[in-house]
């Protein structure tokens, strides 16, 4: 539960600052589509994934990837240094991490995620 609420928590901030910054974009780009197809092919190995999940799957990793194209570009638009983006992104990885987890729950079985969550301790 304290998973599901710091994922939401974390969309509804995302989704304010995004609104309060109009002019930050993010668009699928092949950095992104790369790095969401290599999670996936992880995932993959690890508790082989049926077609159906597959795809979702490497959506859950998209969803990730314009999440943090998003938080780049904002820092960029601040200027942070990399010890103050460094700082930033700490605790964000944290809630990240718990929403990439919580996708994951829901679309893999409960035989894959246990699997998944012990090769990824």
């Known amino acids: 539960m304290q998973r599901?609420?710091?994922s939401l928590l974390f969309c509804a901030?995302?989704?304010m600052a995004s609104a309060q910054q109009p002019d930050i974009q993010v668009t699928d780009n092949d950095a992104m589509r790369a790095?969401?197809?290599k999670h996936?092919?992880?995932v993959d190995k690890t508790v082989t994934l049926n077609a159906e999940q597959r795809?979702?799957?490497n959506e859950a990793y998209m969803e990730l990837e314009r999440k943090l194209d998003g938080?780049?570009?904002r820092f960029d638009r601040a200027k942070m240094t990399k010890e103050e983006r460094e700082a930033e992104m700490r605790p964000q990885w944290v809630t990240l991490d718990q929403m990439v987890d919580h996708r994951l729950s829901q679309i893999l079985t409960p035989?894959?995620?246990a699997k998944w969550a012990?090769?990824?301790k």
């Open 4 to 6: 599901l609420f710091a």
């Open 55 to 57: 795809p979702q799957v």
């Open 13 to 15: 901030a995302t989704a």
């Open 111 to 113: 035989e894959q995620h």
């Open 71 to 73: 938080m780049n570009q």
């Open 118 to 120: 012990e090769a990824n």
């Open 40 to 42: 996936t092919a992880l």
């Open 35 to 37: 790095s969401a197809s």
